[in-house]
């Protein structure tokens, strides 16, 4: 008997359907990564924008909301701060990265 009869066996025992069958494998594998943006309503570009715009200029929340409203994205100043309080410290460890690594190597005019 295959190990693939075998596995056709188990999942018609269990009565396991399909779906979660994938579920627990994206679950399960570190291969497949979920973006930390997934399930947000706006795209990750938007997103990163806010919260960039935010750390690195020292705007206030409505000031970004302002700056995103000229360019017709409608967003509110609490969901600005929700983004900033939730993907911060990501941007942070990034641009952390960055000035080390500029710092290592030294200027580019070489």
């Given at each position: 008997m295959?190990?693939?009869?075998?596995?056709?066996?188990?999942?018609?025992?269990?009565?396991v359907k399909g779906e979660d069958v994938i579920?627990?494998?994206?679950?399960?594998?570190?291969?497949?990564?979920?973006?930390?943006?997934?399930?947000?309503?706006f795209p990750a570009e938007i997103i990163s924008h806010c919260v960039w715009l935010y750390f690195r200029f020292s705007l206030s929340?409505?000031?970004?909301?302002?700056?995103?409203?000229?360019?017709?994205?409608?967003?509110?100043y609490k969901t600005?701060?929700?983004?900033?309080?939730?993907?911060?410290?990501?941007?942070a460890n990034g641009s952390a990265a960055t000035r080390r690594s500029l710092q290592r190597d030294g200027p580019s005019d070489r």
């Amino acid at each position: 008997m295959l190990a693939s009869d075998k596995f056709c066996g188990l999942l018609r025992d269990c009565q396991v359907k399909g779906e979660d069958v994938i579920r627990l494998f994206v679950r399960h594998n570190p291969l497949m990564r979920i973006s930390p943006y997934h399930r947000h309503r706006f795209p990750a570009e938007i997103i990163s924008h806010c919260v960039w715009l935010y750390f690195r200029f020292s705007l206030s929340f409505r000031n970004v909301e302002e700056m995103l409203a000229m360019r017709g994205v409608t967003v509110s100043y609490k969901t600005v701060r929700e983004w900033c309080l939730k993907f911060g410290q990501t941007y942070a460890n990034g641009s952390a990265a960055t000035r080390r690594s500029l710092q290592r190597d030294g200027p580019s005019d070489r």
